[in-house]
């Protein structure tokens, strides 16, 4: 069970690589969601718009495909059949944990793939930085809502 | 075909092969990736996986792709410019995190998952967007 969520693991990471290196193979851009979707939802630049709104139909098509395939190809814990998983919180705590992803993917220009993914790869420091200080934050974040307070997600 | 219905072909494919990716991995679960980021409790290593397979992926592809003259569809690379560290780098990626934490969800997967019609995602990606809104309103 553990090896097989790995195994699924690593087989996802490969083709969300291959997705990094297609869209800068032919459009030449980064692979980073919070740059491709919030430039699009939050500046909507002229010209440069289409190639961002096709990515996002992509982005929620995938899953769909699958469910629709029933295939059982989704990691989703516990659920095998599954390939969404369902939210562990409640509408207040995602309003919450919204704004800060919005907010902070705004202001530090990148989230896990764009930073995570593509700035790693290219051997960015900046990216560097930025993971390891939004990894250190997730892990605090977990730690006291998990072990701290005891509850939430 | 003319360029521009290539362009979009080719930027539907990779959203389409990134969300498969997120979805085969697991990264669609909210559960897994707290599993992951919970090192005191019951660790769940896939999402380490996960960005271990992306990064050597597209670390090796960017070398190839990088050393061409052009981008196949495009007039150039337009890859981030900006050096050095500043506040506004870490304090946004400070305050993701939390939100991360949180949630379990990061840009990608909560777009990705809107196909599980949630009611508690649907107000996360809400105030997601109004959070990207204020970041270029005080940039």
Redesign the interface.
């Known amino acids: 069970m553990?090896l097989t969520?790995?195994?699924?693991?690593?087989?996802?990471?490969?083709?969300?690589?291959?997705?990094?290196?297609?869209?800068?193979?032919?459009?030449?851009?980064?692979?980073g969601?919070?740059g491709i979707?919030?430039n699009l939802?939050?500046?909507r630049p002229k010209g440069d718009s289409?190639?961002?709104a096709?990515?996002?139909?992509?982005?929620?098509?995938?899953?769909?495909?699958?469910?629709g395939l029933g295939a059982g190809?989704?990691?989703?814990?516990?659920y095998p059949g599954?390939?969404?998983?369902?939210?562990?919180?409640?509408?207040p705590?995602?309003?919450?944990?919204?704004?800060?992803?919005?907010?902070?993917?705004?202001?530090?220009?990148g989230?896990?793939?764009g930073?995570?993914?593509?700035?790693?790869?290219?051997l960015?420091?900046?990216s560097l930085?930025?993971?390891v200080?939004?990894?250190?934050?997730?892990?605090?974040?977990?730690?006291v809502?998990?072990?701290v307070l005891g509850g939430?997600? | 075909m003319n360029k521009q219905h290539l362009t979009m072909a080719a930027s539907y494919v990779a959203g389409l092969l990134f969300s498969l990716g997120l979805t085969v991995s697991g990264m669609t679960d909210p559960a897994r990736v707290v599993g992951f980021l919970d090192v005191a409790g019951n660790w769940d290593p896939t999402l380490m996986f996960v960005l271990g397979g992306a990064v050597i992926t597209t670390f090796v592809g960017y070398r190839f792709v990088l050393k061409q003259p052009t981008p196949l569809l495009a007039k150039r690379f337009q890859l981030p410019g900006k050096q050095g560290l500043d506040a506004r780098l870490l304090t946004g990626a400070a305050l993701f995190g939390v939100g991360w934490g949180l949630s379990g969800y990061c840009p990608g997967p909560a777009i990705a998952s809107l196909g599980g019609a949630s009611v508690p995602l649907v107000a996360m990606l809400a105030t997601m967007v109004l959070g990207w809104v204020i970041a270029r309103r005080i940039a």
């Open positions: 553990e969520s790995s195994l699924q693991g690593l087989i996802g990471g490969v083709l969300i690589g291959i997705s990094a290196v297609w869209l800068m193979a032919s459009l030449g851009r980064i692979a969601i919070s979707v919030g939802i939050a500046q289409a190639w961002r096709a990515f996002l139909v992509g982005l929620v098509s995938g899953p769909l495909l699958l469910m190809w989704g990691n989703v814990v516990n599954e390939v969404i998983g369902q939210p562990l919180g409640g509408v705590l995602m309003l919450v944990a919204g704004l800060l992803v919005g907010l902070g993917t705004g202001l530090g220009s989230c896990t793939s930073h995570g993914v593509c700035g790693l790869a290219r960015s420091k900046r930085a930025a993971t200080t939004f990894l250190g934050t997730a892990l605090v974040t977990v730690y809502v998990r072990h939430g997600a």
